[in-house]
Each structure stands twice: as structure tokens, then as C-alpha cells.
T-cell receptor
């Protein structure tokens, strides 16, 4: 079983739609979580951190459910430029020595 | 404007050759990492370093080696390239922050390696 699991998709949605991705992690000791965005043939870039209380950045909302060990990302009012692969990331270890463990990614395609 | 640089961007090389993939960062980050990613697949950690003269193997077994003689430089070397080494190699860095949970990585643009 993979340590971080995501539905690879692709999720095909029209512009303006709201789309949600879920991700599960197996290591209950994981302390921190992130969502990264990776465009085709490009490097991953940090999208947002995920906090237990939930956090929002513009059209993007991230949630963490520690009891069920899953993380979610909600994108409202989807734009064509949101088309990318979204990587769920869990951190193993302490804040000084933690290593990022990446999920396979969920591909989003926003259509006009 | 990138703060972490990888060269070369693309490399096609014959089996048995020795190669070094370069990674440099200008942010003064203590922690640096090498990930390997095949198309459509997840990133796998192959090496990491928490500072000068510190190197560790990652979660994915790799025949490559790394060195960290200077803070800003973390090269990866393959002594004898094989077709199975064909992949994308991504270098990343982050700050070591005592007590901070938010320590996202900055990635380089990657090196696409093809061994023929």
C-alpha cells in the first residue's frame, strides 16, 4: 500500500465548476501536509499548506481530517489555468528532519 | 527567476557512461533532496542532505551517489549509466526550521535523463 494515495483521475470539469480532490495517508505519525501543483513536464510548486483547522487561499480550500487520515483540496470557480496535476504530500518526521512523501497526483483538466 | 538550478535540462547518454547531474541553490538552505519521477508517477526520494558533509539514502533504492561539500551545491553522480536509469531527476531544497511545520520545498526544473 502506498503511503499517500490519490485518485489519479483525470477529472474533466467545465470552467466555473467546483471540484474536490481527496487524498489518504497511511502513517498516523505524519505531522504536516501540503498540496503541490505540477504542470506537464514541469517541476512541482507549492500550492498551499494544510492545517487541521482548514485553510483557504482565494478559490482554494484545504482540509485535514486526522481521525480518518485524509486531506482534501477544493477548487471553486475553476479556470482553464487550473489544469494541472495536484500532488498530495505528507511529512514524515520532525520539523527539522522531516521528509516529504508525495502521492501520485490527481490530474485536473478544465474545459472551456 | 529560479533560486535553484539544475543542469543539464536534458541529457541523452550511452550505457556505461559516468554522469553527474548538477544542482545549486542560492537561498542558503540547509536541506537538499533528490527525487526521481517517471512519467505519470509519484516522486520518489533517492537522496537527501541536512547540511554540509551530511548525506543519506532515501526511500527508493538508487545506484547513484551524492556529495555535499558546499551548502549551495548537491550533485548526483551515476558511475555507470544504464537504460533503467532513464527518468526525470528533480532537486529540491528547504530551510531547516526549528519548531516550524511549514517548510515547503523549492524544486529545480529537473533533468530529463535518457540512457540509450
Amino acid at each position: 500500500r502506498k503511503e499517500v494515495e490519490q485518485d489519479p483521475g483525470p477529472f474533466n470539469v467545465p470552467e466555473g465548476a467546483t471540484v474536490a480532490f481527496n487524498c489518504t495517508y497511511s502513517n498516523s505519525a505524519s505531522q504536516s501536509f501540503f498540496w503541490y501543483r505540477q504542470d506537464c513536464r514541469k517541476e512541482p510548486k507549492l500550492l498551499m499548506s494544510v492545517y487541521s483547522s482548514g485553510n483557504e487561499d482565494g478559490r482554494f480550500t484545504a482540509q485535514l481530517n486526522r481521525a480518518s487520515q485524509y486531506i482534501s483540496l477544493l477548487i471553486r470557480d475553476s479556470k482553464l489555468s487550473d489544469s494541472a496535476t495536484y500532488l498530495c504530500v505528507a511529512v514524515h518526521g520532525s520539523s527539522n528532519t522531516g521528509k516529504l512523501i508525495f502521492g501520485q497526483g490527481t490530474t485536473l483538466q478544465v474545459k472551456p | 527567476e529560479a533560486d535553484i538550478y539544475q543542469t543539464p535540462r536534458y541529457l541523452v547518454i550511452g550505457t556505461g557512461k559516468k554522469i553527474t547531474l548538477e544542482c545549486s541553490q542560492t537561498m542558503g538552505h540547509d536541506k537538499m533532496y533528490w527525487y526521481q519521477q517517471d512519467p505519470g508517477m509519484e516522486l520518489h526520494l533517492i537522496h537527501y542532505s541536512y547540511g554540509v558533509n551530511s548525506t543519506e539514502k532515501g526511500d527508493l533504492s538508487s545506484e547513484s551517489t551524492v556529495s555535499r561539500i558546499r551548502t549551495e551545491h548537491f550533485p548526483l553522480t551515476l558511475e555507470s549509466a544504464r537504460p533503467s536509469h532513464t527518468s526525470q531527476y528533480l532537486c529540491a531544497s528547504s530551510e531547516a526550521r526549528q519548531g516550524r511545520a511549514n517548510y515547503g520545498y523549492t524544486f529545480g526544473s529537473g533533468t530529463r535523463l535518457t540512457v540509450v
